[in-house]
């Protein structure tokens, strides 16, 4: 058979259900494919980047590896940014990229250049297949690696003629691979003997958490030892409840300010994460003096690779979790139970105390004009419905989107990792294809949003039903507060105003850039209107799109 017809067939077997891709002449063997095979949709993008990016947060929501198809060296090139962030995020991805005819390599044709080197620095593998018998073999290894813990990004280089090549090796059935670990019982009892000798623990949380569905056994133990949780300062999923008493806050971005923020605590747990995705250089260790640092990690890849660990353990995250428990709750003395629910009841003060300063906060921020962050995200929540799918690229205004929300585990909540801007247009496209019965909102800045302004066209073209918010400061508002920050560390000695950081000459307009893309949209300059026009975008059950004049840096 043909190496098109093993190439499809190996998605198949693979449960691929959805390629998200750009079309380009190389691609033409897999395009030209795509009827004979009903069940596998194709998403088109109009920027590689956007199809990458769509790609990522689909295989986020959904749980399942997906294909993104790029073209040849500049389209791969486009997406690499995207596939950076697919790395940082851990989605398990196979890209692939048609390739010029082999019989042309030492032409140097158009288009042509080494796509296995451009892609391996930001994948898990890279590899060209150079006949057809490869095929088959190197996409079942493909998805192998893209899933194995951590999970990530691999590359595959289609050559156009090896797809046209005849074969008799076809696609196999997928490997039936149990690898949820169990946990060493005699970590288990160390990590257990450790924390009940803790007065006053932290555990930061993962996006692991949510993707392994370990929240509830998380849930468990936090309630039982009496900690407070962290998520790390990027993330890609709230990993535990936020409306929890014992939730704390996103940590900052650099060492110094964890480890402020940690304050007494005595022991760290870190679940299911990188530990730390840093910002900003500072001297020191990001844990308080003399804390106990735990960490339990599905792969030993992560372990103790950037912290010495006082004891670390691999397994299945909610295995080890519900197994931690019941060492705990077997070991566990009056007096450790009682001093558990003490710091509880502290914790829950503290966050009812929390609660009542931000609203002070919104009430002082209430009639501000422009509209102000606090009023503008208590707007959004007064506006969307309880069962809301948030993808957050709001940057700048994150920590009150974060306050405006509450988030209950897997599913409400959706990020980037990385850094890397423009993933929150791009990224709700996956989301939705992922979770077509929840409505979905993403929530960018303005600059943000014109990374990846194309992915408005897809959604028209699919009819996706995505309500895109676009908070218009017309400035980089967070390279403003960067550069603070940068003139605070590094003493430069310059105080003049900030350079080529602002937008508004000449200002974006994105009711009039939605409707060249087919997406009806408003923009509201008064706070009073930002519900109901939530309300009617999310009712209008297509792609929509509201632009919020908000406050700048002040």
Do not use: C
Request: charged fraction near 20%; avoid cysteine; glycine fraction near 10%.
């Amino acid at each position: 058979m043909r190496g098109r017809r093993v190439l499809m067939e190996s998605f198949v077997a693979q449960g691929v259900r959805h390629i998200f891709g750009n079309p380009g002449t190389t691609e033409t063997p897999l395009l030209d494919s795509l009827p004979a095979y009903p069940e596998i949709g194709y998403v088109m993008a109009l920027h590689e980047g956007v199809a990458v990016g769509a790609a990522s947060f689909y295989a986020q929501a959904s749980g399942r590896v997906t294909v993104a198809n790029l073209h040849v060296a500049p389209g791969l090139g486009n997406g690499i940014g995207a596939l950076y962030g697919a790395l940082k995020a851990n989605s398990p991805l196979v890209v692939t990229a048609g390739q010029q005819d082999t019989r042309m390599r030492l032409r140097n044709p158009v288009l042509g250049h080494d796509l296995v080197a451009m892609a391996a620095p930001v994948t898990k593998w890279s590899v060209q297949i150079e006949r057809a018998d490869e095929i088959a073999p190197i996409l079942r290894r493909a998805f192998k690696v893209a899933t194995d813990a951590p999970q990530g990004p691999v590359f595959v280089s289609l050559p156009i003629d090896v797809m046209e090549q005849e074969t008799s090796v076809e696609a196999g059935a997928p490997d039936r691979l149990w690898r949820a670990a169990a946990p060493d019982p005699n970590g288990v009892a160390e990590l257990a003997a450790v924390l009940l000798r803790s007065q006053s623990p932290a555990i930061v949380a993962g996006d692991d958490l949510a993707r392994s569905g370990a929240t509830d056994a998380l849930v468990a133990l936090v309630e039982q030892v009496g900690a407070a949780v962290w998520f790390e300062s990027l993330r890609h999923h709230a990993s535990f409840p936020t409306g929890h008493p014992n939730y704390r806050t996103s940590l900052p971005g650099d060492a110094a300010q964890i480890r402020k923020v940690l304050g007494d605590a005595d022991l760290v747990l870190l679940l299911g994460g990188p530990f730390f995705e840093d910002i900003w250089y500072a001297e020191g260790s990001p844990f308080p003096n003399g804390a106990t640092v735990l960490q339990i990690e599905q792969s030993p890849d992560r372990l103790a690779i950037n912290h010495r660990l006082d004891a670390g353990l691999v397994g299945d995250l909610a295995g080890a979790l519900a197994a931690l428990s019941e060492a705990v709750r077997a070991g566990a003395s009056a007096e450790f139970n009682a001093a558990a629910q003490r710091r509880n009841a502290m914790l829950a003060a503290t966050r009812a105390q929390e609660n009542e300063d931000y609203r002070a906060r919104l009430e002082k921020a209430w009639n501000r004009e422009p509209i102000s962050m606090p009023r503008v995200t208590a707007e959004l929540r007064r506006g969307l419905p309880d069962d809301v799918v948030i993808v957050d690229e709001s940057i700048t205004a994150s920590l009150d989107l974060a306050r405006a929300f509450e988030y209950r585990g897997f599913g409400d909540y959706f990020g980037g990792r990385g850094g890397g801007i423009g993933q929150g247009f791009s990224g709700a496209l996956g989301v939705k294809v992922a979770m077509p019965d929840r409505p979905v909102v993403a929530v960018s800045g303005d600059g943000s949003a014109m990374y990846s302004i194309q992915a408005l066209w897809t959604a028209a073209h699919h009819s996706l039903a995505i309500v895109f918010v676009v908070l218009a400061n017309r400035e980089y508002r967070i390279l403003k507060h960067n550069v603070d920050v940068w003139r605070q560390n590094f003493q430069p000695g310059t105080q003049h105003p900030y350079q080529q950081m602002d937008l508004a000459g000449p200002p974006l307009d994105f009711v009039h850039l939605a409707a060249g893309m087919g997406v009806e949209a408003v923009r509201i300059e008064q706070a009073d209107g930002i519900a109901p026009a939530l309300a009617k975008a999310v009712a209008a059950n297509r792609p929509y799109l509201v632009e919020i004049a908000i406050e700048g840096k002040r």
